[in-house]
């Protein structure tokens, strides 16, 4: 009985639940904070690159600065935050065989009318005896994404690209399609 009363009123306390559930509200609420400060420092900067020297100059930003900046909120948090995709431009982007089944999960999603633009999902996995929780975002391809990831690219832009990632996969996006996944893991 005395379970029962108590697990009414934590469905009214906020705090309670999270207790009860080792923070994983709060997980995913500071991992989602964490994408979409990611999101906006990049796509700023992506912009501020393309205005001053168009998509071939933009190049060095995705080059450079994304991983700096996930390499950033690595050491701050603690925890391990890259980007992913299953036609990668980048072999160190590679999803490994959980983040692989969550985008090929993100695609079915797709496929039955959820919108990449809401995609998230979590687990808590565990693996020889490590415990993570782990967090995936969709990242959906958007009109200034094509120039670098579209079905026509610019040859400059191209030559750039292949110069840097001569086993780019990551190209024929069109708008509205999942580009990728930002991808957390924070150790318990
Ligand atoms: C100026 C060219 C350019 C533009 C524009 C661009 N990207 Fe990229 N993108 C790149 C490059 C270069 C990489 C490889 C980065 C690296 O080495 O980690 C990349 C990598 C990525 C990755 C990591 C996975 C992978 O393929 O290696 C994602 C996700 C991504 N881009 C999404 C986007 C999205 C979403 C947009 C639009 C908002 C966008 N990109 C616009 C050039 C571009």
């Known amino acids: 009985m005395r379970k029962i009363a108590l697990?009414?009123?934590?469905?009214?306390?906020?705090?309670?639940?999270?207790?009860?559930?080792?923070?994983?509200?709060?997980?995913?609420?500071?991992?989602?904070?964490?994408?979409?400060?990611?999101m906006t420092t990049?796509?700023?900067?992506?912009?501020?690159?393309?205005k001053a020297g168009g998509p071939v100059n933009a190049i060095q930003v995705c080059n450079t600065r994304a991983p700096a900046i996930a390499a950033g909120f690595s050491e701050?948090?603690?925890?391990?935050?890259?980007?992913?995709s299953l036609k990668y431009r980048n072999p160190d982007n590679a999803p490994d065989a959980w983040e692989r089944k969550v985008l090929e999960q993100f695609e079915e999603r797709k496929a039955n009318g959820e919108d990449p633009q809401q995609m998230v999902y979590t687990e808590v996995v565990e693996d020889k005896g490590t415990k993570n929780f782990r967090f995936m975002k969709a990242i959906p391809?958007?009109?200034?994404?094509?120039a670098c990831h579209g079905d026509k690219i610019d040859t400059?832009?191209?030559?750039?690209?292949?110069?840097?990632?001569?086993?780019?996969?990551?190209?024929?996006?069109?708008?509205?399609?999942?580009?990728?996944?930002?991808?957390?893991t924070q150790p318990m």
């Open 7 to 38: 697990s009414i009123i934590c469905l009214g306390l906020a705090a309670c639940q999270s207790a009860s559930t080792d923070n994983l509200e709060q997980r995913t609420a500071e991992s989602r904070a964490v994408t979409m400060e990611f």
């Open 42 to 50: 990049l796509k700023g900067e992506l912009q501020t690159a393309m």
């Open 76 to 84: 701050q948090k603690g925890w391990t935050v890259a980007r992913t």
């Open 141 to 146: 391809t958007g009109p200034v994404c094509l």
């Open 156 to 184: 400059a832009v191209e030559a750039r690209i292949q110069e840097h990632y001569p086993e780019d996969r990551a190209r024929g996006y069109k708008a509205g399609d999942i580009r990728g996944a930002f991808t957390i």
